[in-house]
């Protein structure tokens, strides 16, 4: 069971949530990247989406979550829920990130940034994902994504995954 426990000493900038849809041709199997657009229709080409139809773009989320999102400093932890499966994932910000795509959110394991990233260093792709959750994000047809932001510790800012194991102890 996971939890949400969060360090004390990290403090929360910012929250934003989306709902998107399953599909029943989400394979999720991409190995390096998971992705939600706000597209109604999915191939089975796209074995990275996990969720389309979504409420929102990344244009779409408050300036405020961009910004902060837009940081070096800035620890992305995102909560998938579909029927009784969640899964959290951790993920880094960064300077150079624009977030300014209409359609889609994409989490990269790499470091990778494009008009499309919203989180960096992700310790979850496609692939990866617990297949309970997929299936459930198929069968439910409904998935929640709560984002959140905090400021990494000054300590921890060396390397993606050490913040991850840090943040994981608290899980």
């Known amino acids: 069971m996971q939890s949400n426990i969060v360090p ?6 910012h929250g934003e949530k989306l ?8 394979m999720a199997l991409h190995q390096s990247t998971f992705e939600i657009t706000k597209e109604v229709h999915l191939t089975p080409s796209g074995t990275c989406i996990i969720g389309v139809h979504a409420d929102k773009g990344l244009c779409d989320l408050n300036p405020e979550f961009i910004k902060s999102l837009a940081s070096d400093t800035a620890l992305l932890v995102t909560t ?3 029927g009784k499966e969640t899964c959290t994932i951790t993920a880094r910000g960064s300077s150079q990130m624009t977030l300014n795509h209409p359609t889609d959110l ?3 394991r790499s470091s990778y940034i494009d008009n499309r990233t919203i989180g960096i260093h992700a310790d979850f792709t496609a692939k990866t994902l617990p297949r309970e959750l997929i299936a459930a994000i ?3 047809e409904k998935m929640t994504v709560n984002m959140e932001i905090f400021t990494i510790p000054e300590e921890e800012r060396s390397s993606a995954p050490q913040i991850q194991a840090f943040f994981h102890r608290f899980l």
């Open 19 to 26: 709902i998107c849809s399953g599909h029943p041709n989400i």
């Open 80 to 82: 998938l829920s579909a």
């Open 106 to 108: 994409v989490w990269r």
């Open 138 to 140: 198929i069968e439910d």
């Open 8 to 13: 004390l000493f990290m403090n929360k900038r």
